[in-house]
């Protein structure tokens, strides 16, 4: 009831506040409180990003970038997957493999990176094999905390009317793990973009990354805030829609 | 009942099954080298004597406790203001539900696409670390702080109330016990995401640092220093991080 409106309320307030933000940002870049060397108003940022649609050095950026990350993504959705699968069928392995899941992700992968240049060479393997990393474990704990939390009797029930394995799984199994296996996917996915466009931008020879830390060399203010601001729409729609997603899944099974 | 079984098979069995992993990437890698050769990769016993080597030099340290210097500052920024707005925010329901949104979208994006704007704004050198290194560790702190203040249960507050207690002696006694497992969570999630920031904050365009050290080691092609710091890396972050997870244990046993 009242949390309803509070809901609306704040989306109101949010909006209004980033619209503020933005203007005063406007403002201040006009009025050169903020130099143009430093900052482009956000009104030409718009208009460099729309501009960027016909430069072919920036859409090829953006198709390997997302052929890296669609890469990247897939793999590490389905070894992801087995990994969970696989540690909740060996109990003894998931107990010896558990501080390395809990650790995991206080490493700063990035410093794989040089030495996967030194490995694949300086071409797009490396930075694909940063947000397979970057992307897999998620997967794999994600994975097996849906199977884990699947009720005893839901086995039991599979058993009690003879499914086989595979029917079991699939009509069983699947659907119950099924919200766990999404939060797992969307967090795979915000980190396979983190992995790749950075690597892409510590050190790289393409990619949206890449022409963002070029144009920041070359001093192209306008290139650089056009494709920053095209990252950053492309990831945050990515990101909301996964989210907008995720609850409807929720509330079809009335939260959890 | 469950925390005692694991409780009595801990720590001595624990620390086998640490020992067995390690044991296990220590062969992995070896391995590796073996599908790899020598020109790109140094085997685990190589590496090993080339960190001993390198823990003498000078160079090292100096570039060591220049990563330091950032990482404490972003750390100290980060770790202090984060739970101050995060605990405003859990309080204040209002502009928590307004700055929720906006904060997972801030830890979801690929931060180091807005590293140029910060070199920009603070100039080559310890200001944009520090910065960097705080934007990406201040933005789990305040998330968790905030589900933290949040998940206190009304129960506590009104028994609190019931008993006249002061808004300080509320604090100290009920609101800051009762939240602090949740927040050292954060804190410690924040301390791995501020080094991830720091590190690559000086893998590019810095003149100083471990990050600086390794990605001169790649200019060079030089393969054992590659190895040794990233192996020192992440050793570090694995050891502080198992630090920082048996106190977050002991806080959540209590309560």
């Known amino acids: ?256 | 009942m469950k925390i005692e079984r694991v409780a009595a098979v801990s720590p001595l069995s624990r620390a086998g099954e640490v020992a067995i992993l390690v044991g296990f990437l220590i062969v992995a890698w070896q391995l590796l080298h073996y599908l790899a050769g020598d020109i790109a990769m140094t085997t685990p016993l190589q590496t090993f004597r080339y960190t001993a080597r390198l823990l003498v030099t000078q160079d090292f340290w100096v570039n060591a406790a220049a990563s330091g210097q950032a990482f404490a500052g972003a750390l100290a920024i980060g770790l202090v203001a984060g739970p101050v707005i995060g605990i405003l925010f859990g309080f204040h329901r209002l502009s928590g539900e307004v700055a929720e949104p906006i904060l997972v979208a801030l830890y979801s994006i690929p931060k180091v696409i807005l590293y140029p704007i910060i070199l920009l704004v603070f100039g080559l050198g310890l200001a944009a670390e520090v910065a960097f290194g705080t934007l990406h560790g201040i933005v789990p702190v305040m998330l968790f702080t905030m589900n933290a203040v949040r998940n206190i249960k009304p129960v506590l507050v009104r028994t609190g109330r019931a008993l006249g207690l002061s808004t300080f002696a509320m604090m100290r006694t009920i609101l800051l016990p009762a939240a602090l497992p949740e927040i050292f969570t954060g804190l410690r999630i924040g301390f791995s995401v501020t080094l991830l920031g720091t590190i690559m904050s000086e893998m590019f365009g810095s003149k100083r640092g471990l990050g600086f050290l390794l990605m001169q080691a790649l200019g060079v092609n030089d393969v054992q220093m590659i190895m040794a710091l990233t192996l020192m890396l992440v050793a570090f972050a694995s050891i502080a991080n198992a630090i920082l997870m048996s106190f977050e244990r002991q806080l959540y046993r209590r309560t």
């Not at chain 1, 718009?46 to 890296?68: H, I, K, M, P």
């Not at chain 1, 005893?152 to 099924?178: D, E, N």
């Not at chain 1, 999404?182 to 790749?196: D, L, M, P, S």
């Open chain 1, 1 to 256: 009831m009242k949390h309803g409106f509070g809901i609306r309320e704040a989306t109101l307030v949010r909006a209004a506040l980033l619209a503020v933000l933005v203007a005063v940002l406007e403002i201040a870049c006009r009025t050169g409180l903020i130099q143009r060397f430093t900052m482009i108003p956000p009104s030409e940022m718009v208009v460099s990003l729309v501009r960027l649609f016909q430069n072919r050095d920036v859409l090829a950026d953006a198709g390997q970038t997302l052929l890296s990350v669609f890469i990247a993504l897939a793999c590490a959705l389905v070894a992801g997957f087995a990994m969970g699968v696989a540690l909740y069928a060996f109990p003894r392995a998931r107990r010896i493999a558990d501080p390395l899941l809990t650790t995991y992700y206080s490493v700063p992968v990035f410093v794989f990176y040089p030495l996967l240049i030194v490995l694949f060479g300086l071409n797009a393997i490396p930075k694909t094999v940063i947000g397979f990393l970057y992307a897999v474990v998620v997967m794999a704990i994600n994975t097996l905390n849906g199977l884990e939390r699947v009720p005893f009797v839901y086995w039991k029930t599979a058993q009690v009317h003879h499914l086989s394995r595979m029917q079991t799984a699939l009509h069983l199994i699947l659907p119950c793990a099924g919200p766990y296996l999404f939060t797992g996917a969307k967090f795979a996915i915000a980190y396979a973009f983190v992995g790749v466009i950075g690597s892409e931008f510590i050190l790289s020879t393409g990619g949206l990354g890449y022409r963002v830390s070029f144009a920041y060399n070359n001093f192209q203010s306008d290139v650089m805030y056009g494709v920053i601001l095209f990252v950053l729409v492309i990831v945050v729609c990515i990101n909301m829609a996964l989210y907008a997603w995720e609850r409807v899944l929720m509330e079809r099974r009335g939260g959890r």
